[in-house]
T-cell receptor, first 115, second 114 residues
Framework: AQSVTQPDIHITVSEGASLELRCNYS??????LFWYVQSPGQGLQLLLK??????LVQGIKGFEAEFKRSQSSFNLRKPSVHWSDAAEYFC?????????????FGGGTRVLVKP | EAGVTQSPTHLIKTRGQQVTLRCSPI?????VYWYQQALGLGLQFLLW???????NRGNFPPRFSGRQFPNYSSELNVNALELEDSALYLC?????????????FGPGTRLTVL
């Protein structure tokens, strides 16, 4: 069965510093990959997605992610964090052959931004 | 373009009661997905509807059910509520329900079962 692991439950970063959130997946084939962000009490907002092609994907709010097939990873990065980036971040995968089309989510990483 | 909308925002029910949650997809989207986000359990897939049909179901008991209407809006029904049903219920919509379908989420309905 497919699974998604986000090894870091919490990350604290200073405003202006860089941020990297880790995501590893276990799946029979390369799935579709997504990063979502959830602010407190809110729904999920799509940051970026990878379906195929260039392994470095640009998203909204200055985020980017890099797909590494050899490491089964899809890490999210931002060069300079803003206080408004404090939120919970979820990595998700979906099967390529649309076997049910459901998203499988990682456990999330909560990001705290220090002034 | 309006996003996915859900109603109500919050609900408080007691054990054994029944609840109906509603979702309106983004205009032009035909697929609706439901997820449960319970404390300590993370985000779990519940149901997928496309073109009015239930296409896939997560590992939830039959008391979780739903339907999709001709205008593609959807309802999630939960019967015989249990305390562990307390969660944020998220609805998402997508274009086609086919391959490479990106899901866009609504703000959720917070259900508290007492």
């Amino acid at each position: 069965a497919q699974s998604v692991t986000q090894p870091d439950i919490h990350i604290t970063v200073s405003e202006g510093a860089s941020l990297e959130l880790r995501c590893n997946y276990s799946y029979g084939a390369t799935p579709y990959l997504f990063w979502y962000v959830q602010s407190p009490g809110q729904g999920l907002q799509l940051l970026l997605k990878y379906f195929s092609g260039d392994t470095l994907v640009q998203g909204i709010k200055g985020f980017e992610a890099e797909f590494k097939r050899s490491q089964s990873s899809f890490n999210l990065r931002k060069p300079s964090v803003h206080w408004s980036d404090a939120a919970e971040y979820f990595c998700a995968v979906a099967p390529v052959k649309a076997a049910g089309n459901k998203l499988t989510f990682g456990g999330g990483t909560r990001v705290l931004v220090k002034p | 373009e309006a996003g996915v909308t859900q109603s109500p925002t919050h609900l408080i029910k007691t054990r054994g009661q029944q609840v109906t949650l509603r979702c309106s997809p983004i205009s032009g989207h035909t697929s609706v997905y439901w997820y449960q986000q319970a404390l300590g359990l993370g985000l779990q897939f519940l149901l997928w509807y496309d073109e009015g049909e239930e296409r896939n179901r997560g590992n939830f008991p039959p008391r979780f059910s739903g339907r999709q209407f001709p205008n593609y809006s959807s309802e999630l029904n939960v019967n015989a509520l249990e305390l562990e049903d307390s969660a944020l219920y998220l609805c998402a919509s997508g274009h086609s329900g086919g391959v490479a379908d990106t899901q866009y989420f609504g703000p959720g309905t917070r259900l508290t079962v007492l």
